[in-house]
Nanobody, 119 residues
């Protein structure tokens, strides 16, 4: 079994910054893609940013230039640095990882962490 534990959410004023972390633990051989998704009030879950095992990244247009995704493969951890936050960034942020274990790849999700940006 694999667990993803997120941390770093909270309340911040517009223009501020937050850094989210997501650590994977358990029966892990390796982790391929990792990413962050978010779901705002009354909205569908959407991809925010993703990073491959070798560090290739992609971002939603709405966060380009403000958010940075990174990962530490030795710690099985993915980060999301969020700068210049806007009220529309308010959402529950979920970590996602494609974990290789027992020679198969599985998709795991974290429990979510709330990010609230006040005007």
């Amino acid at each position: 079994q694999v667990q993803l534990v997120e941390s770093g959410g909270g309340l911040v004023q517009a223009g501020g910054s937050l850094r989210l972390s997501c650590a994977a633990s358990g029966n892990i051989f390796s982790i391929n893609g990792m990413g962050w998704y978010r779901q705002g009030p009354g909205k569908q879950r959407e991809l925010v940013a993703a990073i491959s095992r070798i560090g290739s990244t992609n971002y939603a247009d709405s966060v380009k230039g403000r958010f940075t995704i990174s990962r530490d493969n030795a710690k099985n951890t993915v980060y999301l640095q969020m700068n210049s936050l806007k009220p529309e960034d308010t959402a529950v942020y979920y970590c996602n990882s494609w974990v290789v274990t027992n020679q198969r790849q599985y998709d795991y999700w974290g429990q979510g962490t709330q990010v609230t940006v006040s005007p």
